[in-house]
């Protein structure tokens, strides 16, 4: 494709999306599939989105999404699919074989920011329009039929006509807080304590993902690529990052990870270090009239079980079929169920997110919760009815 982006911003469109995550770039991208224009309004820069460091583990649905979309080849060059995954407590391995319990699915382990640059270039090499640096993006005439979203961009004052807005902004977007309050129920759990993450550049001690119990609490060894590994410790809520210096970070790691027989962890340069709050997050509805909300924009699960990217893109997998088939059938009956639909989901996948984190964290619930943890780890890891369960939830719940 030839097409180049546009020098100015279209001051119309049929659905204008604010936020260039991986939920507003995949809706922009699917929707151009469908024949159905759209305009991307970004607050940060191309670069900052770039190479902001998040999630990486892809359930199978996704990859396959990614792949129908025409995203997928790099992702398949570069991404590890893995088929299983590994429960270590008590001083021993427990190995889910994802594939084996699931009928051969898989994750793919590929970062979150590579997914957005394939996005952004593909939507670039199609002509598709995204403002970045848009700044006091405000939404407007959300209840009628011809919503319009203002911002500032160059130093200018702009507004864009939609049909159709979709708040793909983030959970500190200002979509979600354009509804009204009392149109809203909200559901907010949060947790007793939070993640410390690093991006290491050392190879991974491991093939496949290692999710520990320890007394200490929680660590998590994950990857990025074959040279980047990405590792997680459960800390206080609050905690600040200059009382974990480098070496205690690794010395803690090595304790939650360590294995009686002598498997060590390799150490490296930390790249990236920062701490997030847990938090299980979900407003109904996911739809206010002409304001459609996709992403954690609408929810917010803790990353134990690996969702929160995944969960994006099944909503907007169902905010493609609702508006492609308004436009092209003139139907609202999809866009009228969008919320009940995407909850559905959302609500099985809070379920498996609490329930992973309640499963592995240390939450001060005294020595009657450490048995009761430690017999459910011992069931899941035991039981292959528990472990195909915890399987089909790993690699993503099949669509309906
Ligand atoms: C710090 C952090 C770390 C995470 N780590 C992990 C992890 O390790 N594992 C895991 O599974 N999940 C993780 N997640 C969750 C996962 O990354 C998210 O679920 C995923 O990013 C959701 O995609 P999204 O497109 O809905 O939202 P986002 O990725 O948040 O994208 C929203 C976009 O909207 C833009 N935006 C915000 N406000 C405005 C505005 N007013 N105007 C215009 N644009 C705006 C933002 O700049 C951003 O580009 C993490 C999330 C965060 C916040």
């Given at each position: 494709m030839n097409a180049r982006p546009p020098m100015t911003p279209p001051t119309r469109t049929q659905v204008g999306i604010v936020g260039a995550g991986p939920a507003g770039l995949l809706l922009s991208h699917l929707l151009y599939l469908e024949g159905i224009e759209s305009v991307v309004l970004e607050a940060r820069t191309r670069e900052y989105c770039e190479t902001r460091v998040r999630a990486g583990v892809l359930e199978h649905g996704t990859a396959r999404l990614l792949d129908a979309a025409g995203v997928g080849a790099r992702m398949r060059r570069e991404g590890l699919v893995h088929h299983g995954i590994v429960f270590r407590f008590g001083g021993r391995d427990h190995r889910i074989d994802l594939s084996g319990l699931t009928g051969g699915r898989t994750i793919t382990v590929y970062a979150q920011h590579e997914i957005v640059k394939d996005l952004i270039a593909a939507r670039r090499d199609a002509g598709g329009a995204i403002v970045f640096e848009a700044e006091n993006v405000s939404l407007h005439h959300l209840d009628g039929s011809a919503p319009t979203i203002r911002y500032r961009a160059g130093g200018e004052a702009r507004e864009l006509a939609c049909d159709f807005v979709a708040g793909?902004?983030?959970?500190?977007?200002?979509s979600r807080s354009s509804i009204p309050p009392d149109a809203l129920t909200v559901y907010d759990h949060h947790y007793p304590f939070a993640w410390l993450g690093i991006l290491a550049?050392?190879?991974?001690?491991?093939e496949e993902l290692i999710y520990a119990r320890h007394d200490h609490g929680f660590a998590l060894l994950s990857m990025r690529t074959r040279e980047i590994s990405r590792l997680y410790l459960q800390c206080d809520p609050?905690?600040?990052?200059?009382?974990?210096p480098d070496h205690l970070v690794w010395d803690e790691l090595r304790c939650r990870l360590e294995r009686p027989d002598g498997w060590a962890l390799r150490d490296g340069p930390i790249l990236q270090k920062g701490i997030t709050d847990m938090r299980s997050f979900v407003v109904?509805?996911?739809?206010h009239g002409r304001l459609f909300l996709a992403g954690d924009a609408a929810h917010i699960v803790p990353p134990t079980g690996a969702k929160g990217l995944n969960l994006a893109a099944a909503d907007v997998r169902v905010l493609v079929q609702a508006l492609a088939a308004f436009y092209k059938?003139?139907?609202t009956d999809l866009l009228d169920g969008y919320s009940d639909t995407c909850l559905r989901r959302v609500w099985k996948v809070q379920r498996f997110s609490w329930w992973m984190t309640s499963m592995l964290h240390r939450g001060g619930g005294g020595a009657f919760a450490d048995q009761i943890q430690l017999a459910e780890l011992d069931y899941v890891t035991g039981s292959r009815a528990a472990s195909a369960a915890l399987a089909e939830n790993y690699v993503g719940l099949p669509f309906d």
């Open positions: 793909c902004d983030g959970f500190h977007g200002i550049r050392v190879p991974p001690a491991s609050g905690a600040e990052l200059d009382r974990w109904d509805p996911m739809r059938e003139r139907r």
